[in-house]
């Protein structure tokens, strides 16, 4: 089973519509969650990390359920920028800064 | 803001060869760094964790034997990728934990697009 697991979309939407992906981390243990974004054939880059409390950053919302052991981002307002590939991370044991990536949500944001 | 950096950015090398990467972390000094392998349409996957100054942990999977990885200083990893084969062409991409924040803070490189012909 794969630590991480996202849907890998695409998901195709108009510029100004509300987003929203979900990932699922299977270690319980896992300490820290982020979300990066990574354009076509580029490193990835952090969008946002992800607290129990949920955060926010301007249109993009993150939320964390342990219980369910999900995390969620949520993108008001889509701009035609924000197309890319959304990536759920988990890190592991604490201490260890051992990332375990998702594989991806694609989306895609249109005139 | 810190940067980390990769030479060569992209390489083509022939089946058997060997293929060193860089990984240079240029305003920090980062004890650990990690590399990663992600093939097309696929999730980055761990390779190892790259420790200054002593032998790099593998992931499950991993021969160390064909990835040798060594971090001979404070600001430099390099993988190489020995006897290379078409099926070991990928993306490879590092990155450093930055010392003094938290622990799960890492900076990317731009990675090392491999392709063995």
């Known amino acids: 089973r794969k630590e991480v697991e996202q849907d890998p979309g695409p998901f195709n939407v108009p510029e100004g519509a509300t987003v929203a992906f979900n990932c699922t981390y299977s270690?319980?243990?896992?300490?820290?969650f982020f979300w990066y974004r990574q354009d076509c054939r580029k490193e990835p880059k952090l969008l946002m990390s992800?607290?129990?409390s949920g955060n926010e950053d301007g249109r993009f919302t993150a939320q964390l359920n342990r219980a369910s052991q999900y995390i969620s981002l949520l993108i008001r307002d889509s701009k035609l920028s924000d197309s890319a590939t959304y990536l759920c991370?988990?890190?592991?044991?604490?201490?260890?800064?051992?990332?375990?990536f998702g594989s991806g949500t694609k989306l895609n944001v249109k005139p | 803001g810190a940067v980390v950096s990769q030479h060569p950015s992209w390489v083509i090398c022939k089946s058997g060869t060997s293929v060193k990467i860089e990984c240079r972390s240029l305003?920090?000094?980062?004890?650990?760094m990690f590399w990663y392998r992600q093939f097309p349409k696929q999730s980055l996957m761990l390779m190892a964790t790259?420790?200054?100054?002593?032998?790099?942990?593998?992931e499950q999977g991993v021969e160390k034997d064909k990835f040798l990885i060594n971090h001979a200083s404070l600001t430099l990893s390099t993988l190489t990728v020995t006897s290379a084969h078409p099926e070991d062409s990928s993306f490879y991409i590092c990155?450093?934990?930055?010392?003094?924040?938290?622990?799960?803070?890492?900076?990317f490189g731009p990675g090392t697009r491999l392709t063995v012909l």
């Open positions: 990155s450093a934990a930055r010392p003094g924040t938290r622990t799960d803070t890492q900076y």
């Open positions: 270690n319980s243990a896992s300490q820290s």
């Open positions: 992800v607290y129990s």
């Open positions: 991370v988990a890190m592991g044991e604490y201490n260890f800064n051992k990332f375990y």
């Open positions: 305003d920090f000094q980062a004890t650990t």
């Open positions: 790259s420790n200054e100054g002593s032998k790099a942990t593998y």
